[in-house]
């Protein structure tokens, strides 16, 4: 069995790639196991895997450095159920130091099928690209610098997206991070494609990875205060169309855009620094996940079509009287503001659609400061 340690910023596609990789991995005859990772207990990627059919497991209520036993336990309990050839374990988007906290111990307790882990870290290629350019991107210094350091500790790093930038943009940036990190493996691919997903499963597959690896050198003290900037909201949304259903594809569909659009223009307007905003959606024969990144908000402003556009794109008609969405959002901003800006998208969303929609299992708060079970030099 082989161990693929996935690790990156909120929003740089790690899960999209994922689920490719394992149907490329199944259609080869493979056997396949994911284990999900958050800082909260409703977990968007864990139902979307889930929903695409693949076993998954979750950790939630911290990093899987902090919750290490529960790492542990989860991967065992996929090994002893379906027997998997390989299995993807995701870390939460703000968690850094994963090689000392998770890979190196994992390599060790649990030898017989830790040994030859990879660890690939992914970067939206577009925000990578801005920083690179010394654009000034929305987050404080301490939650960049959890970005910074996530993408030094990596056997594989991967810039993905590179479909969203220009040709020119894309050399410069494969110019840029080859000379940032030149003994590095750095591999660029659209990891929402069949091509993309087939050429990281290549990569993490060959037997060129380094084996050997330094553990990271961290201010632990800024890593916490930066994961601490970030708020957490989780809420589970029941939308209800009681007064039929609408031609052009159903109120339920509706209501889910206009919620979602609503709560990225109140996000825009207000200038909060975005980590990710996903959702699951899950109708009667209907399961989708949409989602916005930080990226999608660095050319926004609330009167833009752009963000619209985006998840337009993502969410194709459907027809529902019952919709249950799950909600998913990294801010950098204080819960109690989170929680007064989904409410006024729940209310705009129910007035527009003409839908009656329940709020069930918010959950809104920080994160704590990190502290590992374990850390090995």
């Known amino acids: 069995m082989r161990m693929y340690f996935i690790g990156g910023f909120l929003g740089s596609g790690k899960t999209t790639a994922i689920a490719g990789a394992c149907r490329l991995s199944i259609a080869k005859g493979l056997r396949v196991g994911v284990v999900t990772n958050d800082q909260g207990k409703l977990q968007v990627d864990s139902l979307f895997m889930r929903s695409e059919g693949f076993p998954a497991m979750e950790v939630g209520g911290g990093c899987f450095c902090c919750r290490y036993d529960d790492f542990d336990a989860r991967v065992s309990a996929l090994v002893e ?4 050839d390989i299995i993807f374990a995701e870390s939460v988007g703000s968690c850094a130091d994963i090689v000392a906290t998770v890979i190196k111990p994992f390599e060790i307790f649990r030898e017989s099928y830790g040994s030859g882990s990879v660890f690939s870290v992914f970067a939206d290629s577009r925000l990578l690209l801005a920083r690179f350019s010394g ?16 993408l030094d500790e990596a056997d594989i790093l991967v810039l993905n997206k590179r479909d969203l930038l220009a040709e020119a943009d894309r050399r410069r940036l494969a110019q840029l991070a080859a000379t940032a990190w030149p003994s590095k493996r750095i591999l660029e691919i659209s990891g929402s494609t069949e091509e993309g997903s087939r050429r990281w499963v290549e990569a993490i597959g060959a037997p060129s990875v380094p084996r050997e690896r330094g553990s990271l050198e961290i201010d632990y003290e800024r890593y916490g205060s930066g994961e601490r900037e ?3 909201l ?16 159903g109120r339920c569909r509706n209501a889910t855009l206009s919620f979602t659009v609503d709560m990225a223009r109140r996000l825009a307007a207000e200038g909060l620094p975005v980590g990710h905003l996903k959702l699951q959606i899950s109708a009667p024969g209907f399961e989708r996940k949409i989602s916005l990144s930080s990226a999608d908000f660095l050319d926004s402003n609330p009167a833009s079509p752009g963000l619209e556009s985006i ?34 998208a729940t209310e705009a969303a129910r007035h527009s659609a003409g839908v009656s929609i329940s709020e069930e299992d918010r959950s809104a708060f920080r994160p704590g400061k990190p502290e590992p079970t374990y850390r090995m030099r």
């Not at 989780?234 to 594809?249: F, K, M, N, Q, T």
């Not at 998913?328 to 409410?343: D, F, G, T, Y």
């Open 230 to 232: 970030l708020s957490w």
């Open 135 to 150: 654009i000034r991107l929305p987050f404080s210094e301490d939650v960049l610098y959890v970005f910074d350091r996530q």
């Open 311 to 344: 998840l337009e794109a993502q969410l194709p008609p459907f027809v529902a009287r019952r919709t249950e969405v799950s909600v998913n959002a990294r801010v950098q901003c204080s819960p109690e503001e989170l929680v007064i800006l989904v409410k006024a």
């Open 234 to 249: 989780d809420e589970r949304l029941v939308i209800e169309d009681r007064g039929g259903l609408a031609s052009e594809g």
């Open 81 to 84: 159920r379906d027997r998997p």
